[in-house]
């Protein structure tokens, strides 16, 4: 699991190196769509010849659906908490401002 | 990109279904490690080309970083606290939590390393986690607040929700939902992996 994230590190640093041309640029998306794909007909295979988890395919469902609205009620509640606190931080430096226009 | 998701899975999933023996499959074993890595190389290269992503940061400031970390333990939070009531281990479901919708690359790298059938889960949930947000996006955008619209689509702001996102909001928050929609997708190759590191104990 860790060589997986080396080649993920010197992918990132050979894209930021600049080296590849923009005329190469199709390449990496190439690479993820053609490996995605691949990988993705794979698990499907694993799913399909496992008949514990054909048998249990809608409750999966149900589970993954629960996760997604919670993953997005709790990302919601948590930015709402950062969007009061930015409103609150600009306010007070604009009623610092405010202050100091007054006593000069 | 989502239906050619769905129909790779299909296919093979009829494979193994009719055709395929789980034997057979274990096979494959070496060239399913050879694809993960040759896939990880090219999303590297893919996020490492990001232009002019430092430049746009460093305009935003301090809360370009701040409010994807948020949307990240927000996400982390809902995902362990549904996932325990659901009987899933603490790290299964940060695991399939931290795909922040991005529900190929989750579901490939769990399936393939850990465990096939939270794979199928961390899939469906991170699908399902684009489609909610394109539904609530606006809902959000006009009740809560511009900021809070950017975090139901997670890594998706940077692409499949920017639309909607610049749509229901405004320039200003298009550009902040599209960088935290960036450093999302770059903490997902990172983070999926460290999570299922810690379930395996």
Redesign the interface.
């Known amino acids: 699991?860790l060589?997986?994230?080396t080649?993920?590190?010197?992918?990132?640093?050979?894209?930021?190196?600049g080296k590849?041309p923009d005329s190469m640029?199709w390449?990496?998306?190439r690479?993820?769509?053609i490996?995605?794909?691949?990988?993705?007909?794979?698990?499907?295979?694993?799913?399909?010849?496992?008949p514990?988890?054909?048998a249990n395919i809608s409750s999966?469902?149900q589970?993954?659906?629960?996760?997604?609205?919670?993953?997005?009620?709790?990302?919601?509640?948590?930015?709402?908490?950062?969007?009061r606190l930015?409103l609150w931080m600009r306010t007070r430096s604009q009623a610092r401002q405010d202050r100091e226009e007054l006593v000069p | 990109m989502m239906r050619l998701a769905l129909i790779s899975i299909v296919v093979g999933f009829a494979a193994g279904f009719f055709f395929l023996s789980a034997e057979y499959l274990q096979w494959m074993d070496g060239l399913v490690d050879a694809a993960l890595a040759v896939l990880l190389f090219g999303v590297g290269i893919d996020l490492g080309r990001t232009r002019g992503l430092f430049r746009r940061v460093r305009a935003v400031g301090l809360w370009a970083v701040i409010i994807p970390l948020s949307i990240a333990g927000g996400t982390l939070i809902g995902a362990i606290g549904v996932g325990r009531l659901l009987g899933l281990e603490v790290w299964e479901a940060a695991a399939v939590g931290s795909g922040f919708g991005w529900y190929s690359l989750s579901a490939v790298l769990i399936a393939q390393t850990y465990d096939v059938s939270l794979g199928a889960l961390a899939f469906l949930t991170n699908v399902l986690r684009e489609v909610l947000a394109v539904l609530v996006i606006p809902l959000v955008a006009a009740r809560l607040g511009k900021i809070v619209a950017v975090a139901p689509g997670g890594a998706t702001a940077m692409d499949v929700t920017l639309p909607i996102i610049a749509k229901s909001t405004d320039a200003e928050t298009a550009l902040l939902a599209f960088i935290s929609g960036v450093v999302l997708s770059m903490m997902v190759p990172a983070a999926v992996p460290f999570f299922l590191r810690l379930a395996a104990g």
């Open positions: 699991m060589s997986l994230v080649f993920l590190v010197i992918g990132v640093v050979v894209g930021a190196s590849i640029a390449l990496p998306d690479i993820i769509t490996g995605l794909v691949f990988l993705l007909m794979v698990m499907g295979a694993q799913l399909g010849a496992d514990e988890i054909t999966l469902g589970q993954a659906f629960l996760l997604a609205a919670a993953a997005i009620l709790g990302s919601i509640v948590a930015a709402y908490a950062v969007e930015m």
